[in-house]
Nanobody, 120 residues
Framework: QVRVVESGGGLVQPGGSLRLSCTAS????????MGWYRQAPGKQRELVAS???????NYADSMKGRFTIFRDNSMNTVYLQMHSLSPEDTAVYLC??????????????WGPGTQVTVSS
């Protein structure tokens, strides 16, 4: 079994910063890409940022310059550092991991999400 869990969400004022963490655990042989998505009420899930196993990153246009994704492969953890947050960034942030398990089965795993609320 593979488990993905996010943490670090919360309430932050406009202009503030927040760092999210996501850790994959369990019967993991290797992790390929990891990514952050978000879903606001009434809106579709959208990509925030992703990072390959070798560290190549990709960002949604609206996040470039404000958000940074990075990972610690030794800890099976990916982070999302967010700056200059605005109310439009309010959403549930979900982590995705592309995992090869110990039985050589490869699939995407999702965490339950962590709520980020930007409000004064």
């Amino acid at each position: 079994q593979v488990r993905v869990v996010e943490s670090g969400g919360g309430l932050v004022q406009p202009g503030g910063s927040l760092r999210l963490s996501c850790t994959a655990s369990g019967s993991i042989l290797s992790i390929y890409g990891m990514g952050w998505y978000r879903q606001a009420p009434g809106k579709q899930r959208e990509l925030v940022a992703s990072i390959t196993g070798s560290g190549i990153t990709n960002y949604a246009d609206s996040m470039k310059g404000r958000f940074t994704i990075f990972r610690d492969n030794s800890m099976n953890t990916v982070y999302l550092q967010m700056h200059s947050l605005s109310p439009e960034d309010t959403a549930v942030y979900l982590c995705n991991a592309d995992v090869m398990d110990l039985f050589s089965r490869r699939r995407d795993y999702w965490g339950p999400g962590t709520q980020v609320t930007v409000s004064s």
